[in-house]
């Protein structure tokens, strides 16, 4: 009974979250029926090909080989649960009982699921730094960023829980020990995985691909609805977005990422308008689609206890 009700949580959540936003996903849906059918297939295949690139990150965190399938079907279900909660903790979640079921202990599965979020945002802060020295007129940062208050909130809270982590650490001996054994084993495994160029060409490779195909995406949705921005530009405002979105903790990104695209496709010359149909069909295509086929596989994996 209890397996069943978990399988059955994701399709009600889901469910529930597309009834609520039905009005959005139906204007972004006639809007991509107006665009270019080919772009509009393009960016289906990018999105379709980001799940890949995934795979092969998540594959190159860890030493042992696990099943090619499964791990695909798993990153596609875990974009649903990441829907559900901020900041990745579904996606993180689902993961961690994918590489559970494949016999990897705790220690190992956290110490894999932190480089995959380490090399994740070390590529996008790496595409970025380079798009910036190669457009540096194409975006004002300054308009992705909220006014001083805005900062100096971000910049206390960030504090705050450096401060809360630090006396942790100093006073809770349990926690200490936790942290340190962790670092260790995440030590230990990145270099045992540095030393096997498959592994590495899994997690570099597929870090650095995921974020240019979520980018490619945005480009052929853009070119299929007319925005006149060139294609660099797009690609270094879907970054700068992103980047900045990822400090308010949303699931996945809602919200968030919406209004950072907009806005950084503003800064990049693109009229508000324009830039608002841009994003709106672009995360009808990545998010709300595969949303409840991705609950239907989740909930699937579940039952059949893959995850």
Excluded at 134 to 158: D, W, Y
Excluded at 267 to 272: E, K, L, N, R
């Amino acid at each position: 009974m209890l397996r069943r009700i978990l399988c059955l949580l994701p399709i009600v959540a889901v469910a529930v979250w597309l009834v609520h936003n039905r009005s959005h996903l139906s204007s972004g849906v006639r809007q991509a029926l107006d665009g270019n059918g080919y772009w509009m297939l393009a960016a289906v295949a990018s999105t379709l090909l980001g799940w890949v690139a995934v795979s092969f990150a998540r594959q190159g965190t860890v030493l042992e080989r696990l099943p090619a399938g499964r791990l695909l079907v798993t990153q596609f279900a875990a974009g649903a649960a990441n829907h559900l909660l901020p900041s990745g903790i579904g996606a993180g979640a689902v993961n961690i009982r994918f590489m559970a079921r494949c016999g990897l202990p705790p220690a190992r599965y956290s110490a894999a699921l932190a480089l995959y979020y380490l090399a994740e945002g070390v590529a996008r802060v790496t595409l970025l730094l380079a798009l910036l020295l190669a457009f540096p007129e194409a975006l004002r940062l300054e308009t992705l960023l909220p006014e001083e208050i805005g900062l100096s909130l971000a910049a206390t809270m960030v504090g705050a829980v450096l401060l809360a982590v630090a006396l942790a650490l100093a006073c809770v001996g349990r926690v200490r020990r936790a942290v340190v054994t962790f670092t260790r084993t995440a030590l230990t495994d990145v270099r045992s995985l540095h030393t096997r160029p498959s592994r590495v060409l899994a997690l570099w490779g597929g870090s650095f691909a995921f974020p240019m195909l979520q980018a490619a995406g945005l480009v052929t949705v853009a070119l299929a609805l007319g925005l006149t921005v060139p294609v660099g530009h797009l690609v270094l405002a879907y970054l700068a977005a992103s980047v900045v979105a990822a400090a308010v903790p949303s699931p996945g990104g809602i919200g968030s990422v919406d209004a950072a695209l907009v806005v950084a496709l503003v800064a990049t010359g693109a009229t508000a308008g324009a830039a608002t149909a841009t994003v709106l069909v672009y995360r009808v295509i990545t998010v709300w689609l595969p949303l409840l086929p991705g609950a239907l596989v989740l909930a699937g994996l579940v039952r059949w206890k893959v995850v």
